[in-house]
Every structure is written in C-alpha cells, then in structure tokens.
C-alpha cells in the first residue's frame, strides 16, 4: 500500500535543468536568508526565556521589587554558572529540569541549548546559529521526504517551499522549539512511510534498513513530544496514517509509535503534571479574555492556524482580526480549490495522505478545544500547531507537480517568489529594535548613573534590559506595577541621588503581568521627574506586537546639578 510516486505507472515528462536550478536557486537563497538576518532583530520575550531555563537561572530568579537593583545582578540569569566538578553540572543540570517544571514546554530543546551554550555561549549569532543549523537540517530532510512522495523534483521544490516558508523562515531565526519540530515532524512521518512501502509485496526485505526507520521513527516521535505537547496530536495523524494504508499491517507500525511515546513516561511521571497545570491555567486565562463568542474565537483560530502556515509567516502580528480572518479565508478557498483540481485529476490516495499529513491534524486539534472549550490551537500565533506545516507545503508541492503541466516552471517560480517576498518583506521591514534602543541611550552616556524606571515587572522585560545594556554601565532598575510605581520612584530619589542622576522611563503599553498605567498614574510620574529633572527626549519603541510597545522618556539633571553631585 505505498505511496511513493517511484514505483506508480505515472508518465513522467523529463525533469528541466532550468527549473531543477530555480528551485536549487531558492532553497539556496531560503538558507542564506538564516545567516544573512541572524542578528537583524533583537531578542523577543519568549527568547530570553528559552535563554534564562537553558542556563538554569529559572530556579534562582526572582522579580524585582519596589527598590531599585542593579541591572548587571540579572545578567547572571542568562549566563551559564561556574562549574569546576562533575557535581556542579549535574546540579546545574537539576536546575535547568526544575525551572522547566515551571515551564508549559517539555524539556528537550532547553537541554540541547544549554549544550550548545556551553560550546559557543550566549551571543545572538550564537543561540540563534542552533535553530537556523536545526532548520537546515529539517530543508534536507524535506527533500527525502518529498523525493519518496513526489519523485526528485518534488523533493527539491518541497525543499524550496519549506526555506522560503515565511512562517518556517521566521521561527528558523527564534531561539525556540518550533523549528526542531519541524525537524522531527518531517523524520516521523518520513519513517512512517517508509516503514509502511516496506511490507509492500516485491520490496526487497533488509533488516538492517528495516532497523533504522524504526529507530528513527521512535526517536523522532519521543523527541517531538520531548519538544512540544501538542506533538501528540502529529502522533495520533501517524496512527491514522498507518491505519488507512496498512490496515491489515497496522499494529506493526503501532508498535514504534507506542515505544515512541514510552521513552517519554519517565519526564511525564515527574515534569509533566505541572506543566500541564500551568498550560490548562493558561488557557482558562485566554477563553476569559477579549469578551468574542466562543465561535468566533475558534473560528478565528481556524483561520489564524492556515493563514500563517501558507502565507502570512510573522505579518500575522501587524494584522488586525478582520485582516486575518480574510487570509484565512482567501488560504481556504486555495486548498479547496488545490484539492478539487487534484481529486478530478484522478490524484486521490496520494490527495488522502497528503490532506492526513497536513489538514487533518487541524481538524483534531480544533474539534478537541471546542469539545473542552480551550483555546490552544491558535494560541501565540498558532506556533504550537508548525507539525502542520510540512503537510501544508506537500499539498501546494503535490498540485504543482500533478497538476501545471508545462506551467510548472512559472507556477513554482510564482510561488517561491511570493514567499520570498512575504519573507524578505517581513524581515526588512518588522524590526525589532526596542531594548537594543534602550540601550542605544544608556551608550549616549556610559559612565552617567541612570535609573530605568519600568511600569513592569514581567521577567521577559527585565532579562532583555539585563542582556542588552552592557554591565559596565552603572544602571538601577526600578521595575514596579503600574499603580505602585510612582511612589517607589518617588522614595527611590530621594534617598539615593547619585545613583538616580539621569532616569530613563519605559511606559509599556502591555505590561504582561500587570494593568497599563492610567492617565492619573501618568501624570503622578511626570510630577516627580519634572520636579528634580529636565525632559530630554521621548520615543515610542515598537517590536513583536503589543507586548513590545513602550513609550520611552529619558530625564536627565542639569550638568550644573551633574557636577555638584559628584
């Protein structure tokens, strides 16, 4: 019951050296594109998270409280600790497991970081060359996955679709989970098949071969669900895979599936409990908010989760709701179009597998948060949902390649360059400059004393000023909720003017933790500083959506006061 396209009676128009060079051409260009943009953008909240659990600061850290600190303490978060005996990096190594207990992720991509860490540091260039080296790995894996579906050329342009993805693109430059996902998403389903062509009559039996896709398959499936629990919604499609084209076979393919899912039992039984805990509080948190009927939210979801995956990549976070509602449903008709064009053109079972591999996951994932009233699926941009994405690139590769005839050239020229465009276009013009410009004004002045006074006190806002300013500089952080932060800045002056010389003030706009300041508390501060300082700049910083918009005000003393106080 296999799938692969080698052994169909299908007439084969010769591959064109012209387009096997287009399509080289841009896997190329998708993988220069990782390097090229490496350190274009600043770290974004969840970043410095993956960065403080991978050096095992999870445990130690602590949020500031209503007297300043100095900056420099909180560095020591994202650094590795000292170690000189084996116990300290085991203990280290407790650490690191014990703070992602606090963590709604599994374990596996943190520990890989820490490694990484180890041998090269915790440089942008550096955490982030893992996660763009990962997802050249997961490119060349697409390429033997398509080549057993859809023959040579449609490996190659399933390759270039996946380096050129704006979405895949976008997550190969975070240092997050997701773009090993894809990894293992591309390996499992890879072994899948292979292990199901196998039992075909007439495929000659090698039990070494044999040997590896069943190690793969097993391995790839533990460390998805080492890397993400909705993982398990991949792992149930594979199940289903199985089944449909191997029934009578079916429980050969389980087993791997199940030992898969065995290796993982020893992290379930001791970090998984609260985990999920802190992820179902989470989710209680999203289905109370922003006051949409349940139907529209998941709605929204539905068409958040095929938008990104087909065409929007990171623009999703400029996007309002209706805008991504209309990309959703413009991606809709396309696959439904795709899908048509594909079933009268006779393209059924191979049209089966590729919908299984991915939409139907989609479909799962979605029935189960209506069925439980959560809203997992479109959470953080649908980014937990990526396992989708190498079935969503297979459909639009399948219909190129059994559908264009001699347009096939034009039509994968098209749509490599409308995702190039969207890719480019996004990293061009998206920046995100926010605490790098925080920076920028603290190096106007290196050696002035300077107080950041912060309307928050969420730990993705401090550990960024904590990576970026350089520890040289004599800088306090006063990071205080809104309603309380103009009184402790108040008592902070006064009691310590030498270390308060010049006060930066980020004013966020989405304090995470907390309630955005109200006009009233606004002006509470600007009562403060006007009395002992002189307004010497204002500018709105903006970075990955709302949660960084900040208005930045820097208040500095005059240098006649300067002078005195030193």
């Known amino acids: 019951m296999g799938v692969t396209c080698n052994r169909a009676v299908v007439a084969r128009p010769p591959i064109s ?4 060079l287009l399509l080289v051409t841009a896997i190329l260009i998708g993988v220069s594109l990782r390097f090229f943009y490496l350190t274009s953008r600043e770290l974004w909240y969840d970043e410095v998270l993956s960065l403080v659990y991978a050096a095992g600061g999870r445990e130690a850290y602590g949020s500031p409280g209503a007297i300043p600190v100095a900056l420099r303490d909180y560095a020591t978060f994202l650094n590795l600790p000292a170690e000189s005996t084996w116990s300290d990096t085991l203990h280290t190594f407790k650490n690191i497991l014990k703070g992602v207990r606090r963590d709604p992720h599994p374990p596996l991509f943190y520990l890989f970081l820490h490694l990484w860490m180890r041998l090269f540091g ?22 033997g996955f398509g080549r057993m579906v859809l023959g040579h050329r449609g490996g190659l342009l399933l390759a270039a679709l996946l380096s050129t993805s704006p979405y895949y693109l976008f997550h190969s430059l975070n240092v997050r989970m997701y773009a090993p996902l894809v990894l293992w998403t591309i390996a499992s389903a890879w072994a899948m098949l292979r292990l199901i062509d196998q039992q075909d009559e007439g495929v000659p039996k090698n039990r070494l071969n044999h040997l590896f896709w069943n190690s793969l398959l097993i391995g790839s499936v533990a460390a998805g669900l080492l890397t993400q629990y909705l993982f398990a919604y991949w ?48 989710f209680h948190q999203l289905a109370a908010k ?12 539905a068409a958040l989760v095929l938008a990104n995956h087909f065409l929007l990549g990171n623009w999703t976070t400029r996007l309002p709701l209706t805008g991504r509602l209309m990309a959703g449903l413009l991606v809709t ?15 059924r079972k191979i049209l089966a597998v590729v919908w299984l591999l991915g939409i139907f996951p989609v479909i799962l994932a979605l029935a189960i948060d209506i069925g439980t009233n959560n809203f ?12 989708i994405l190498p079935g969503c690139l297979l459909l639009l590769a399948l219909w190129v390649e059994r559908a264009t005839g001699r347009w096939y050239g034009p039509a994968a020229a098209a749509l490599l360059v409308l995702y190039l465009s969207v890719s480019v276009a996004d990293l061009s013009l998206n920046q995100r400059r926010t605490f790098r410009t925080v920076a920028g004004f603290i190096d106007q002045q290196p050696g002035m004393p300077t107080l950041i006074a912060m309307n928050s006190k969420a730990w993705g806002y401090v550990l960024r000023l904590a990576y970026y300013i350089p520890l040289t500089a004599p800088v306090m952080l006063l990071a205080e909720v809104s309603a309380r932060l103009a009184p402790a800045l108040e008592t902070a002056i006064r009691s310590d003017a030498k270390s308060h010389f010049r006060v930066l003030w980020l004013d966020s706009a989405h304090p995470v933790w907390s309630s955005p300041a109200t006009e009233t508390e606004r002006k509470n501060i600007q009562r403060i500083l006007n009395a002992g300082y002189q307004p010497a700049g204002i500018q709105i910083l903006s970075g990955m959506g709302q949660t960084d918009t900040f208005t930045l005000l820097l208040y500095t003393r005059s240098p006649t006061t300067w002078n005195a106080v030193k």
């Open 376 to 387: 997992a699926v479109g959470h953080g941009g649908a980014r937990a949902m990526i396992f």
């Open 122 to 143: 915790n440089g942008e260039v550096a955490i982030r060359s893992l996660v763009a080296l990962v997802s050249i790995g997961a490119i060349a894996a697409a390429y």
């Open 235 to 282: 792992v149930v499609t594979l199940a289903v895979l199985a089944f449909c084209l191997d029934r009578r076979r079916w429980w050969r393919h389980a087993l791997p599936l199940g030992a898969g899912v065995v290796v993982t039992i020893p992290w379930v039984l001791w970090g998984s409990l609260p985990q999920l805990q802190l992820a179902a509080h989470i």
């Open 290 to 301: 922003g006051g949409q009927a349940a139907w529209l939210k998941h709605l929204h979801d």
């Open 17 to 20: 050296l012209l387009v096997v």
């Open 333 to 347: 008709l396309l696959i439904s179009a795709c899908t048509v064009h594909l079933w009268r053109l006779g393209e």
